[in-house]
């Protein structure tokens, strides 16, 4: 035996006769020695390594499983009872919509789905929360929508299966599609959120609409951003789109064009509004009046941009209820009156009663464009829609929630955030 082992294990540079080796190393020897004792070793590893990858993989699959924020009896039900119609029978408005509220924790989102359920139309939301501003602000709008009945799914617009999950489960007449990657400045950071946003949770959405039985009639939230570079004032919806000045602005514009297609391939109904500049409580903290305000009240510097020239950048602040209201082609939801950044500063410094300390510089080359002016003659005449909140009146109920909901007192620079 001794010299088949020296066969097996010859004595060569870097090797160790067997016989020299400890006894642990000739029981080891032993063990290997036999052929067909190496296979069922070299069997044995196998099964182990397949095992493990198959408890790795179950484990992978049951925590996105898991993870998912949608699905079951329970979620079935929720979804029924939020999107019930709750008008009463007989009533002259008839017997209500059940809505899809894309974005339905955003800032617009929140307020036209408690619009609606204050209407008496069901309403379900979906919104992904994610970061592109505070999260627990987002939180906050769906515990508000909780307390009125709203129902929101945590889950993306470019998810078909759950788009999918959800027209199978109630038969929406509408879709309310305000989902999007928001904002022009932060799209030189992360272009590929807007496309992934704008674009193809667009299209995704657009997919599900027209698979479902019956086909919903979709209002969705194009941008002022589309007129980029036109210096006609004011804004007509007649007026050319092809000039855009940022990415944002052209992602809105190609989300105009892919709603056309799927208007004139499919039939299906679909309605656009150009916002202006929106504002109001519940807002985006990353708009200039937001962070004006929080800066002004921490005794901050804020940056006010000036055009070429030294012209003062303006726009169409238009209040949040007024853009509510103008919820039914396209049509531009404004308030037709633009206000100058250093207005705008001086009405929050009023109703702030804080002086802000001002950093006026040259407006860089971002995508922001100099100034904003919706002509609404066309959803006056079609829609009925009639502006009615000026910026000094929408600015001082943006202070009140604001200075609310931060915990903000007079005369006190400390709050929540």
């Not at 970061?131 to 998810?159: C, M, T």
């Not at 995704?204 to 209002?219: G, R, S, Y």
Request: glycine share 8%; net charge positive.
């Amino acid at each position: 035996m001794r010299v088949l082992e020296e066969d097996l294990f010859p004595s060569t540079p870097g090797k160790v006769k067997i016989e020299r080796a400890g006894a642990m190393n000739r029981q080891l020897h032993r063990c290997f020695a036999s052929t067909s004792t190496m296979f069922l070793w070299a069997l044995f590893l196998v099964a182990m390594t397949a095992s493990y990858l198959s408890f790795q993989s179950f484990v992978d699959t049951s925590s996105k499983y898991f993870a998912a924020s949608w699905g079951g009896l329970h979620w079935e039900r929720q979804i029924r009872a939020s999107a019930a119609p709750r008008r009463p029978p007989g009533s002259a408005a008839g017997a209500g919509m059940s809505v899809l509220v894309t974005g339905a924790a955003g800032f617009v989102g929140t307020h036209c789905s408690l619009a609606l359920r204050k209407r008496g139309d069901g309403v379900v939301g979906v919104d992904n929360f994610n970061a592109y501003y505070d999260p627990s602000l987002k939180k906050a709008r769906r515990a508000l929508l909780a307390s009125h009945g709203v129902f929101v799914v945590e889950g993306d617009i470019n998810d078909g299966r759950l788009l999918a999950k959800l027209f199978d489960v109630v038969p929406f007449t509408h879709v309310l599609h305000l989902a999007a990657q928001a904002g022009v400045r932060y799209a030189m950071e992360n272009p590929a959120s807007y496309v992934h946003s704008n674009i193809a949770g667009l299209v995704t959405l657009l997919e599900a609409c027209k698979d479902a039985d019956p086909q919903p009639a979709i209002v969705w939230a194009s941008s002022s951003s589309v007129y980029g570079l036109n210096d006609k004032v004011p804004f007509s919806e007649r007026d050319r789109t092809d000039q855009p000045a940022s990415l944002y602005a052209a992602t809105k514009k190609a989300g105009e064009e892919i709603t056309h297609t799927y208007n004139h391939i499919y039939g299906l109904s679909i309605t656009g509004l150009r916002f202006f500049t929106v504002y109001g409580p519940w807002g985006r903290p990353d708009m200039a009046y937001f962070s004006f305000t929080r800066n002004i009240l921490q005794g901050k510097p804020i940056t006010v941009y000036r055009g070429k020239d030294h012209v003062d950048l303006a726009r169409d602040f238009t209040y949040i209820d007024d853009i509510v209201q103008g919820l039914p082609w396209i049509f531009n939801l404004g308030n037709t009156s633009p206000v100058t950044v250093p207005n705008l500063v001086s009405i929050l410094e009023k109703h702030l009663r804080v002086k802000a300390k001002k950093h006026v510089i040259e407006m860089p080359g971002n995508g922001d464009v100099p100034f904003t002016h919706a002509n609404i003659s066309l959803a006056r005449e079609q829609l009925g829609y009639k502006p009615t909140t000026n910026l000094d009146v929408g600015l001082k109920k943006f202070v009140k929630w604001y200075l609310s909901y931060y915990g903000y007192t007079r005369g006190s620079k400390n709050s929540r955030q």
